[in-house]
């Protein structure tokens, strides 16, 4: 991976993303410095190695909207500068995929060897009431990626896919050989139909992608749209939380850092490209569940976050909970389970996430108490 485009690279998991390949790619820290990671694998030695003989080119692109407060997307951009390592040369692109003329500019300058897409609109509840932002976005910037990927062709396409995509699946926990042609959304819909078009540009012009389903993720600087970041919110302003479905509702949580990891494996080893017996490519392509494999109930989740909330001192400890709570019914395109069945991912990538509810809680709160209250 010499050349390497990040869409949505000022988003939750795009600007971890990048975190991570500094770390792997290249020195970590002012120029000279020893590369960290190197010193604990083997495998990232050899990918420092790479680094140190062929210069690494990292272009991260993100259109800075406003669907969430856009200082947290500065917030995350100003971490990535600070960590820019020596021996990769990073560039930041503000622009919008859904701009053909920008996307393929790119691809022209950079001739990227893998890409990942993980720009896009997301969020159920929104996608009911500005569903052009979904078009525009979701289908359209992800056609643009696509052809841009067929005219410069690229060794590894991943992208962004959605957990919700199962729709309101009964069968747990959901696997990618599952149907999934019933969405309760259109968010699910545009990402569904992320997967058809990436299959079809594989069959058509042998681009290697794989499409990753994540499944709720969360963790520090994530998006405040989120369950936990909007209740931590709420209980820090004194307003009442609404738990859906009656606290009913399970969700598989997935840290950020798993979600990271696997992109990262995913990243390194594209679907082979072979020929069928007619002669015609095989489609190079294949779809992975990334999640915690652990579905919590939001009750639990949400008494966990609230301990958490305590012991890194965002809620004072005599906090009445109870008075903040409120059951409420199912809302509009959700659905009442969440659980992934990764074991595709563990046997083609050595790897399934390990960070607890727990342990990701006290992360995620530790660093909201500094961002929000130490200012």
């Known amino acids: 991976m010499k050349r390497i485009l990040v869409t949505g690279s000022a988003g939750f998991i795009g ?31 050899a990918a420092t190695g790479a680094a140190a003989a062929a210069p690494v080119t990292i272009v991260g692109l993100d259109n800075m909207n406003a669907y969430y407060d856009p200082a947290l997307k500065e917030y995350r951009l100003q971490e990535i500068e600070k960590a820019r390592p020596a021996g990769i040369d990073y560039t930041f692109v503000k622009g919008n995929i ?59 396409l991943v992208y962004a896919s959605s957990s919700s995509v199962y729709g309101g699946n009964k069968k747990v926990p959901f696997s990618v050989d599952d149907r999934v042609d019933n969405p309760v959304s259109l968010y699910a819909a545009t990402k569904k139909s992320n997967e ?20 709720t993720v969360y963790g520090p600087a994530g998006r405040p749209d989120m369950a936990y970041f909007g209740f931590t919110n709420k209980l820090r302003q004194g307003k009442t939380i609404q738990i859906f479905n009656y606290g009913n509702c399970r969700r598989d949580f997935t840290y950020v850092d798993d979600i990271v990891e696997g992109v990262y494996r995913v990243m390194r080893k594209a679907p082979a490209r072979k020929k069928g017996e007619d002669g015609l490519p095989v489609p190079p392509y294949a779809v992975y569940n990334i999640g915690g494999g652990q579905p919590e109930n939001l009750l639990d989740f949400v008494t966990i976050l609230q301990e958490e909330l305590v012991r890194a001192g965002v809620l004072p400890a005599d906090y009445d909970f109870e008075a903040h709570k409120e ?4 809302q509009p395109g959700d659905v009442p389970t969440t659980y992934a069945d990764a074991t595709a991912l563990e046997r083609d990538f050595g790897f399934t996430p390990k960070i607890t509810l727990r342990e990701g809680l006290r992360k995620f709160a530790e660093w909201y108490k500094d961002y929000y209250t130490s200012k």
């Not at 410095?33 to 030695?45: F, K, L």
């Not at 969020?123 to 359209?140: F, K, L, T, W």
């Not at 058809?196 to 499944?215: E, N, Q, V």
């Not at 059951?327 to 199912?330: A, D, I, N, S, T």
């Open 196 to 215: 058809l078009m990436a299959h079809c540009y594989s069959k058509l012009y042998d681009i290697p992608s794989t499409g990753l389903r994540f499944f």
């Open 327 to 330: 059951l409420v019914p199912m």
């Open 15 to 45: 600007s971890n993303l990048v975190l991570r390949l500094f770390k792997e790619l290249g020195a970590v820290g002012p120029a000279g410095a020893a590369n960290e990671a190197g010193a604990t694998s083997a495998a990232t030695g």
């Open 98 to 156: 859904a701009d053909k003329a920008l996307v393929d500019s790119l691809f022209e300058q950079y001739r990227f060897d893998v890409v990942v897409n993980l720009a896009a609109q997301a969020g159920v509840r929104y996608s009911i009431e500005n569903p052009g932002a979904y078009m525009e976005s979701n289908i359209m910037g992800f056609y643009n990626i696509l052809e841009a990927c067929r005219h410069y062709p690229v060794e590894h």
